[in-house]
């Protein structure tokens, strides 16, 4: 017994820690022919974070554990079609390998709440097994095969303030000098990202303008000069609030509660308050407790994208 610990604990392995993604702004377009949606959005990497850690195998594994009681984790395959498994299994195939390994998860970004949770962990799995195996891959590679996988994984690995165009896989970091706080409102009932749309194309009529307004980015890259509230929007709102009028009211009670602005994280069910700094957001973070809001998280971004923080 004593020998078997002794070589698990020298088993090289990597921790990699991937942010929560915001939408600031999200507009998005008729369905194409392919039946996704064109996207424009302004992603922010907020301070909320999944961890991975991988470690050399002889069979692909994933496990994964809570770090929050925000985080359900009923809907998370434990086989070959978890996404983290994915991204290792599709970074291997682009270098012509075969390799495999054991990947842990350390949640505390919620399941289906519309703060690419998933997308951060196929994200933290491509930088720690590229890492741990010294595969050299470049970021343009990593990017491309982070496409391949989900819209957002380029954001998570990208990280910091970017838009997103195409379906919001074509990432374009862009000047953000402010620091934005949000409290974090968490919904014990996951949103399904494609009802979401559905009911999108249902509800929307006749054309309109979903390209983020220039004003926006003037107001990341010199913050003061105009509100960044005056921006912040999110079409697939009305969607979400028509399936689950529950997070309108979650919304009224954050803006009585004392938020700049309320937002919903993506396709939801997240919702997101906007704060003017961190006493604010603890402020407003308190209020709603008071209301049966217990279950938040006081964050904020810019932060680094999917990043190391342990080799052992």
């Not at 999200?26 to 996704?36: A, K, N, T």
């Not at 984790?73 to 390998?97: F, K, M």
């Not at 380029?154 to 919001?168: D, H, K, M, Q, S």
């Not at 938020?259 to 997240?270: C, D, E, K, N, V």
Request: aromatic share 6%; charged share 20%; proline share 4%.
């Amino acid at each position: 017994m004593v020998e078997v610990r002794a070589q698990r604990a020298s088993t090289p392995s990597v921790t990699v820690r991937a942010p929560a993604k915001i939408n600031a702004y999200l507009g998005v377009g008729r369905v194409r022919d392919d039946g996704f949606h064109p996207l424009e959005t302004v992603y922010q990497a907020v301070s909320l974070y999944d961890d991975v850690t991988v470690t050399s195998a002889e069979e692909w594994s994933v496990s994964t554990m809570v770090e929050g009681p925000h985080v359900d984790l009923s809907s998370v395959p434990d086989d070959d079609t978890n996404i983290a498994i994915r991204a290792g299994r599709a970074l291997v195939e682009h270098h012509g390998i075969e390799r495999a390994a054991a990947i842990e998860i350390s949640k505390s970004i919620p399941v289906a709440g519309g703060m690419a949770g998933g997308s951060a962990d196929a994200a933290a799995t491509l930088v720690a097994l590229d890492r741990l195996w010294s595969l050299g891959t470049s970021d343009d590679d990593l990017l491309a095969i982070g496409a391949e996988l989900g819209s957002d994984v380029p954001f998570a690995l990208v990280g910091g303030t970017a838009t997103g165009t195409g379906r919001g896989e074509v990432v374009t970091p862009v000047e953000d000098n402010g620091s934005w706080w949000w409290v974090v409102i968490f919904n014990d009932e996951g949103l399904s990202t494609p009802s979401v749309y559905g009911a999108y194309d249902l509800l929307e009529e006749g054309d309109h303008d979903y390209r983020i307004r220039p004003a926006m980015l003037d107001a990341l890259r010199s913050p003061g000069s105009e509100g960044l509230e005056v921006f912040l929007y999110n079409d697939l709102e009305s969607a979400a609030f028509y399936l689950r009028p529950d997070l309108e009211r979650a919304a009224e009670a954050a803006l009585e509660c004392g938020a700049i602005m309320a937002l919903l994280s993506g396709s939801g069910p997240t919702m997101l308050a906007h704060a003017s700094d961190a006493d604010d957001a603890r402020l407003i973070a308190g209020r709603l407790a008071g209301r049966g809001y217990e279950q938040t998280a006081v964050v904020h971004g810019p932060v680094a994208g999917a990043h190391v923080v342990a080799y052992s």
